[in-house]
Every structure is written in structure tokens, then in C-alpha cells.
């Protein structure tokens, strides 16, 4: 059956419609068609139409030149690579200033052929490896089998899409076309192509395999030199995050997630509650925050790692930050070892409560450094994310007023002023921005007062909480979980050996047989 057309199609069904858009188009040339011909006749009698003829072929030929410039003129490259995501680990971060480095000093001669692209990427996942583990001559082996498999395969998808996105035209770009162009298809090359892919048992492999070398390098010879920067700088980038990924441990659990056993994928499910930790001195309206928060209504909940001795856990959930785990410790006792310090380091987030009418900092300042050390020597994490808790807004001068509303920012009241003074002065003692900071006030009796300012803190730190908490559930696996995967990889290595050893058994057992038949019948035939 001969397949009709699309104009056919659109002839047949809105033959109406077509009409009509054609009268409408043709009511809406005819006056521009009419003048451009009385405009010509017009300057033919003149004897001005040489004039016109001259000046439209000069002006189309200045129309050409400047599109060939344009053509010819080689653009300038983009070497602008991603920063790190504020709450970045100092790993990650001197990894991306590497990255950037090599960015910057590459040039058209780093991309001339197929060692040079490859010397490429190979140093983009150094300079990363050496970011993680500085001064380890085995950085680059700092992965599993699984990890790498998963990281080949995104970035595989990752620098396709850039390309994609830069490259348009190379969804139209058949490999039959480049591969006729490098001379593939000669009756040499496929007697050549034919015995390289009877060499291997699956075709694909073999034919990029012997594809690999000549289609780079044919490639690279006909890519200007500010299109081979722009090259590499993509693959720079693109290589650099995916070797992020790789050494800060993004791969360990989807190599768990992606096991052949593991059931089909669903649609994702509802993201886990981040876990909020409310640290602070003693006295400094914890208790009370927690009373407003939870609005009375403290529900224990249980967490996948128990919360350190002495610490409660509760459902925090909010219309303002979603459902979140707000979890309760002992205030700060400048210990070496306590409750709070301990859930700090299996928390996503901490929310650092000081009253904002007291001036001494010390302590805060200590148990801020402590809270610091917890990632300083471990370049791989991320700092703990936090936001600081001004309470007690309202016992700040004149200590005897509180006639909410108070405008923080811009108002002008004795309160308001010493408000943002106090403030300001507090986020600099303790070292956070006042975008992280809230100054809160809880009078007895009343509801919390400024809660929409908590809330907003909390929802801008959400996105580093969240990323804290993947790369807490990235972490390496304990000595537990090492000695129990090692004595289940025992039967399947007992029975790969086993089979090994029956194959080898079977056929050297079988060529034995082979040779003693032919001696056998050897000699049969000599006495005959």
C-alpha cells in the first residue's frame, strides 16, 4: 500500500483551510508586491534602474563578505567550569580548582590526536585522585570494580548530552558517513575489518574497537583549533565531575542499588527526612524551641543509626521545611567527648542555639571548632552544615519592651537597632553569615515570634543538609559489613573454582584419552 504524504494528507483533509491562508497571505503581498513593481517601473523610466541593480549586487556582495567573516572568524572557547556547590568538601573543591587550572592552559596542540585526547582525560582523573588522596601513589586505584563500571557508563551519558546540546547536528551525523570518509570501507579494510571481528565474540566491541583510532583521529584533523579547545574543556569538565563522583564514594551505593537480583526499578518514593540536630549551651532557650517547634506534639521517632546516648529523636514536620527529624541533645558541657558532638557526626544539619542578650562566646566558639574538626582531617567530607539560633530577642534593650511587629532589617526602634547589632555581632564571633543566622524570641505565653525567619534559614540550608546526608550514606562500609560480604563471595568462588577445575579435569583427561587411543591404534596398524 503506497503511503500518502503528509501534503497530500493536508490537501485531502483541510483543503478549506489551505485556501483561505492562501487568500489571506496574497490580500497581505499584493500591496508590497505592487509597490516594489510601480517602484522599479518608476525608476526604469527615470533611467535610474542601472542604479538600482548596481547598488543591491554591491550591497548582496558586502552581505557575503560579512557572513564569510563571520563563518571563518573562530570563536573564542568557554574555559568556565562548575564551582563546587557551596558546603563542598575541601577534596572536592581542589579537585575543581585543578580542573580549572587544566582548563586554562589547554590548548588546540592538547587535543592533535588520539594519545593527546587520551593523556587528557587521563589527567583530568588524576588531578581529581590526587584532590581526594594527596600524597598516595595509589589515588587513582581508590575505587572498586562496580564503581568504575557505573562511572563509565555516566559518563558516557553525561558527555553525550553535552554534545547533544553543542553539537546539534550530530544527531544527523551517520557513522556510515565518517566511516566511507576515513577510507574503512576499501576492500583492504574490510578484509582487515572481517578478521579483526572473527576474533572476538561480540561484534560491537570489535568493530569500535578497530573504529576507535582512525574515526579520533580523523575527527581531531578536521575540528578548527578553537572547536578542539572547546573539546576539551567539555571533556574536562564532564570527566572532572564524573571522577568526583567516583572518588567521594557517589557509586558505592548504586553499585548496591543496581545488583542483577534487585527488583525492577519504581518510581522514586518519598525522600528521607533530613536529621536536624539542636546543639547549644546550657540555659540558652532550648527546651522551649523544641516546646514551639513541635508545638507539644513530640512524637519519637527511630532512626536508621540510634541517636548518641542521651539524645532523643522526634517528627518534626512543618508546611514551612517539609518532614524533617529533629533530634534533641544535652546542652554543651566542654567535654572532650559528648552526646551532642557525637549526633553532630550522624546529623545532616545542626541548628546552633546561643542567646542573642549574652555576650560571652567562648564556649560557642569552642564547640564551634570542635564541630569543625569533626571533617578537617577528612578532605573527603563536607562540613557539617549549620545555622545559627539567636533566641531571646525580646530580653535584648530596652529589656522591658515587646511590641511586636520588629522589622530587623530596615527598622529603625531602639530594639530594632540593637537587634541587628547584636546580630551582626554574633554571626561574626561564631564565623556564620547573617543568611544563616535567625534571631528568634519565645515570651512566656506567646507563640514564637519571627518563626517565618527560622524557617527561611532552614530551607536555604536544605540543599547542603541534603547533600551531607548522601554522603553520609556513601560512606565506606565498616569491618562488620567487609567480613560479611568476604564470607558470602565464599560459595561462588568455590563454585567458579570447582567448575574451572572440572573443565581442566575433562579436557586434559580427554586429550590423554586421545593420545592412548591413537598410540593404541598406532601400534594395532604396525602389527597388521
Not at 252 to 271: I, K, M, Q
Request: charged share 25%.
Amino acid at each position: 500500500m503506497t503511503e500518502i504524504s503528509i501534503w497530500e494528507q493536508l490537501r485531502v483533509h483541510h483543503r478549506r483551510a489551505i485556501w483561505l491562508l492562501s487568500l489571506a497571505a496574497l490580500l497581505i503581498l499584493i500591496p508590497w508586491a505592487t509597490g516594489l513593481a510601480v517602484g522599479v517601473w518608476y525608476l526604469s523610466q527615470q533611467g535610474w534602474a542601472w542604479y538600482w541593480w548596481a547598488g543591491t549586487l554591491v550591497l548582496g556582495l558586502l552581505a557575503l563578505l560579512v557572513l564569510r567573516r563571520l563563518m571563518l572568524r573562530p570563536g573564542r572557547p568557554v574555559r568556565t567550569l562548575r564551582d563546587a556547590m557551596p558546603g563542598a568538601s575541601a577534596a572536592e573543591r581542589r579537585a575543581r580548582e585543578a580542573l580549572r587550572r587544566r582548563a586554562d592552559a589547554m590548548d588546540a596542540e592538547d587535543l592533535s590526536d588520539l594519545q593527546a585526547l587520551v593523556d587528557l582525560v587521563t589527567g583530568a582523573v588524576r588531578d581529581v585522585a590526587e584532590a581526594y588522596s594527596p600524597k598516595d601513589p595509589t589515588a587513582l586505584w581508590r575505587f572498586t570494580l562496580p564503581e568504575l563500571l557505573l562511572m563509565t557508563e555516566d559518563l558516557t551519558q553525561r558527555v553525550r548530552g553535552t554534545l547533544l546540546v553543542d553539537f546539534p547536528v550530530l544527531r544527523h551525523v551517520e557513522l556510515s558517513w565518517i566511516v566511507t570518509l576515513v577510507g574503512v570501507v576499501d576492500p583492504l579494510g574490510k578484509l582487515a575489518n572481517l578478521y579483526s571481528v572473527l576474533r572476538w565474540v561480540n561484534p560491537g566491541s570489535a568493530f569500535v574497537s578497530v573504529l576507535r583510532g582512525r574515526l579520533a583521529e580523523q575527527a581531531l584533523k578536521g575540528v578548527s583549533d578553537s572547536a578542539k579547545v572547546q573539546l576539551g574543556v567539555i571533556l574536562i569538565e564532564q570527566t572532572g565531575d564524573t571522577a568526583i563522583r567516583l572518588y567521594s564514594g557517589a557509586y558505592r551505593r548504586r553499585a548496591e542499588e543496581r545488583l542483577p537480583t534487585a527488583p525492577e526499578t519504581v518510581a522514586d518514593g518519598p525522600e528521607e527526612p533530613l536529621t536536624l540536630l539542636l546543639a547549644g549551651r546550657r540555659n540558652v532557650g532550648k527546651s522551649a524551641l523544641i516546646n514551639a517547634l513541635l508545638d507539644k506534639a513530640r512524637e519519637p521517632v527511630g532512626l536508621l543509626t540510634p541517636p548518641a546516648q542521651g539524645c532523643r529523636a522526634y517528627a518534626l514536620r512543618s508546611e514551612q521545611a517539609g518532614d524533617l527529624v529533629l533530634v534533641d541533645c544535652p546542652g554543651v558541657q566542654g567535654g572532650g567527648k559528648e552526646p551532642w558532638l557525637a549526633q553532630a557526626a550522624k546529623s545532616d544539619l545542626v541548628l546552633w542555639v546561643a542567646a542573642a542578650n549574652r555576650a560571652d562566646r567562648a564556649a560557642d566558639q569552642r564547640a564551634l571548632r570542635a564541630l569543625d574538626a569533626l571533617t578537617e582531617g577528612k578532605p573527603h567530607l563536607r562540613p557539617v552544615p549549620r545555622i545559627l539560633v539567636l533566641t531571646h530577642a525580646d530580653k535584648l534593650g530596652p529589656p522591658l519592651e515587646w511590641e511586636p511587629p520588629y522589622e530587623i532589617a530596615e527598622g529603625d526602634r531602639p530594639k530594632e537597632r540593637e537587634m541587628r547589632e547584636s546580630r551582626r555581632a554574633a554571626c561574626e564571633q561564631l564565623g556564620m553569615s547573617e543568611t544563616g543566622c535567625a534571631l528568634i524570641a519565645i515570651p512566656p505565653g506567646l507563640p514564637l515570634w519571627n518563626a517565618d525567619d527560622l524557617y527561611r534559614a532552614i530551607r536555604e540550608a536544605l540543599p547542603q543538609a541534603r547533600q551531607k546526608q548522601l554522603e553520609r550514606g556513601m560512606a565506606k562500609d565498616g569491618w562488620l559489613r567487609r567480613v560479611r560480604d568476604t564470607t558470602g563471595s565464599i560459595p561462588g568462588a568455590v563454585d567458579r573454582s570447582r567448575r574451572f577445575g572440572r573443565r581442566w579435569l575433562d579436557r586434559t583427561v580427554g586429550k590423554a584419552a586421545s593420545r592412548i587411543a591413537d598410540t593404541l591404534s598406532d601400534r594395532e596398524g604396525d602389527k597388521e
